[in-house]
């Protein structure tokens, strides 16, 4: 499974952008999908991650300005960010794995080369 992320840039606090990830080659086994983010001298964090039923599960610092969607039939998950902070700013990485629990913990199987989101003014 191969995964290409896009959507990123420069944007000022309180705009929005729309991250974009679509999955390749057996992308019909991938159940789970999601987003991590990591900032310099930071760790890897879960940004938001959906299951392809719809199940959803976001950082406490995202909810509510953050919206993580999916076409299954598409094999691409889209990541709204509206209201954005310069805390924000990171590299954003789709995740995917078969199964939720494990993306969750930050150990899914296939990941995308990330796409830089930097909020400044």
């Known amino acids: 499974v191969q995964l290409v992320e896009s959507g990123g840039g420069l944007v000022q606090p309180g705009g929005s952008l729309k991250l974009s990830c679509v999955a390749s080659g057996s992308a019909g086994s991938i159940y789970a999908m999601g987003w991590y983010r990591q900032a310099p001298g930071k760790q890897r964090d879960l940004v938001a991650a959906i299951t392809s039923g719809g199940m959803t599960n976001y950082a406490d610092s995202v909810k509510g300005r953050f919206t993580i969607s999916r076409d299954n039939a598409k094999n691409t998950v889209y990541l709204q960010m509206n209201s954005l902070k310069p805390e924000d700013t990171a590299v954003y990485y789709c995740?995917?794995?078969?199964?939720?629990?494990?993306?969750?913990?930050?150990?899914?199987?296939?990941w995308g080369q990330g796409t830089q989101v930097t909020v400044s003014s």
């Open positions: 995740n995917a794995d078969r199964i939720y629990l494990r993306l969750l913990r930050g150990s899914g199987d296939y």
